[in-house]
Nanobody
Framework: QVHVVVSGGGLVQAGGSLRLSCAAS????????MGWFRQAPGKEREFVAA????????LYGDPVTGRFTISRDNAKNTMFLQMNSLKPEDTAVYYC????????????????WGQGTQVTVSS
């Protein structure tokens, strides 16, 4: 079993930055990649970014490309989502998930999910 814990959400003004953390524990050797998704009220879940532990492959959703970056601390089984130039439309609950294979942008391909963390961007 793998446990995923997300942290780092909060309130920030437009143009600001936040960094989310996603820590995996348990049978982390089973994990190949982790992905970030978000869901705003009344909207469907949206892919944000994903990366394998090696960094290749990595994938970013169109709305965040160039603004968000994934980094990794493999020794701590943790991935980070650095979010820069935040916009009000980035406001959502952000989720992190771990997959035993490459799930890319398909949330159904991820095996273990953490709790969500609220990110609110004020205008």
């Amino acid at each position: 079993q793998v446990h995923v814990v997300v942290s780092g959400g909060g309130l920030v003004q437009a143009g600001g930055s936040l960094r989310l953390s996603c820590a995996a524990s348990g049978r982390t050797s089973d994990i190949y990649a982790m992905g970030w998704f978000r869901q705003a009220p009344g909207k469907e879940r949206e892919f944000v970014a994903a990366s394998s532990w090696s960094g290749t492959p990595s994938l970013y959703g169109d709305p965040v490309t160039g603004r968000f970056t994934i980094s990794r601390d493999n020794a701590k089984n943790t991935m980070f989502l650095q979010m820069n130039s935040l916009k009000p439309e980035d406001t959502a609950v952000y989720y992190c998930a771990a997959g035993e294979g490459w799930g890319g942008s398909y949330y159904t391909e991820y095996d273990y999910w953490g709790q969500g963390t609220q990110v609110t961007v004020s205008s």
